[in-house]
């Protein structure tokens, strides 16, 4: 008999954490959100503020390797988040290219959707979650870790930021039973 799994990049919804796969009409919404904090854009690789929001926009649509999520906090857009790499013969996948304004995050929030995101991807078959962040963004490192993951190294100047940084990326997987306490804990 055969069996099916779940698709992957589907809405995901829990409690007032809702998920939505990236459309044209969450354009403006999102660039709202982008806009609340300008100087978080230097240490991405790409940038979502003023002038640079448009074609960006345009290329998460559009980026096949990348599945990107409008994030919302109850009906307010605050965000973004995404699957990519998705490998099912290897049963990986990356989330990343996350972020939530600074309203939304440093609480709960982030806990719950990566609870929704990782629980979903755990049904989907997958066993091992990685998380790619540069290694100056020490609040996201510090929120990879609250999750459980174990750091596996780091790449050394391995991806050059629009800016023209060369930037050092911290690895990161969590793998079934690594999930922190905090992350079970956490009501979806």
């Known amino acids: 008999m055969a069996t099916t799994t779940p698709d992957l990049y589907v809405p995901l919804s829990a409690g007032r954490v809702h998920l939505e796969p990236l459309t044209e009409d969450h354009r403006e919404p999102l660039r709202a959100a982008c806009a609340l904090d300008d100087e978080i854009w230097a240490i991405y ?4 503020a003023g002038a640079a929001f448009a074609g960006n926009f345009y290329a998460l649509l559009s980026d096949g390797r990348r599945r990107v999520y409008a994030v919302h906090d109850g009906d307010t857009l605050v965000g973004m988040t995404s699957y990519y790499d998705h490998s099912p013969a290897n049963s990986s996948v990356a989330i990343g290219g996350t972020y939530i304004a600074p309203a939304a995050r440093g609480g709960p929030f982030n806990l719950a959707m990566k609870r929704l995101m990782i629980d979903h991807a755990r049904a989907c078959g997958i066993h091992r979650i ?21 750091r596996e190294g780091t790449l050394r100047q391995n991806r050059t930021t629009w800016t023209g940084y ?9 793998l079934p039973g690594e999930e922190s306490a905090a992350l079970r804990g956490v009501a979806t």
């Not at 990685?130 to 174990?150: C, H, W, Y």
């Not at 060369?166 to 690895?171: C, G, H, Q």
């Open 130 to 150: 990685v998380f790619e962040v540069d290694t100056r963004n020490t609040r996201s490192i510090a929120a990879v870790l609250k999750l459980g993951a174990v």
């Open 45 to 48: 690789p790409y940038s979502m």
């Open 166 to 174: 060369l930037r050092d990326t911290a690895i990161f997987s969590l």
